[in-house]
């Protein structure tokens, strides 16, 4: 069990640091990030295997990724002022 844990450990940090680098070259700024307690709102679970929507809808696919979606909520801020220094 533990070596299950650290496995998947492992591959949550990977995609946080994944994302933060990302967001990191969108933005063009180095940001600031911490773990801390849970707080209300957040996810407590995630998709990473869609297989099964796929086998229901065979024609769906993922149609913007992750840099996309970054790129826009960071688009958006600039163009709402909402972009704090």
Do not use: C, Q
């Amino acid at each position: 069990m533990k070596f299950i844990i650290s496995v998947v450990a492992e591959r949550i940090l990977s995609h946080y640091f994944e994302a933060i680098d990302l967001i990191e070259k969108i933005t063009g700024e180095m940001i600031k990030h911490d773990f801390g307690p849970p707080r209300e709102g957040d996810h407590i679970w995630w998709i990473t295997n869609i297989s099964k929507v796929k086998s229901h809808y065979p024609h769906w696919d993922v149609s913007v990724g992750l840099r996309e979606i970054f790129k826009e909520i960071y688009e958006s801020l600039i163009e709402h002022g909402l972009n704090k220094k």
